[in-house]
């Protein structure tokens, strides 16, 4: 069993900078897609960004490119997004997810093509 908690969401004001954390814990998912996804009130929830196993493959979704930044560390079993500049419109719980894949450059960007969820974290951005 996988147990993915996320860490490091709160209130910011617009422009501003958080980094979240995905820690995994049981069965290492240090061989597995991860994912970050976000839902805001009354919206579907939309994938933000996305990594491979190795790292060497990373997804970012428009709205959050060139702002956010995706990283690993497979010894850590953690998984960091690394948001700048961050806007209301960024205001959501935030989800990562794993998927454990067999080739290291495998990943995902659907939500239903994960199976590991944690339970969320808050992202609040202020005008």
């Known amino acids: 069993q996988v147990q993915l908690v996320e860490s490091g969401g709160g209130l910011v004001q617009a422009g501003d900078s958080l980094r979240l954390a995905c820690a995994s814990s049981g069965r290492t998912v240090s061989r597995a897609s991860i994912g970050w996804f976000r839902q805001a009130p009354g919206k579907e929830r939309e994938s933000v960004a996305a990594?491979?196993?190795?790292?060497?493959?990373?997804y970012y979704a428009d709205s959050v490119s060139g702002r956010f930044t995706i990283s690993r560390d497979n010894a850590k079993n953690t998984v960091s997004l690394q948001m700048n500049a961050l806007k209301p419109e960024d205001t959501a719980v935030y989800y990562c997810a794993a998927r454990p894949v067999s080739n290291s450059y495998e990943f995902y960007t659907a939500a239903l093509d994960y199976d590991y969820w944690g339970q969320g974290t808050q992202v609040t951005v202020s005008s």
């Open positions: 990594i491979s196993w190795n790292g060497g493959r990373i």
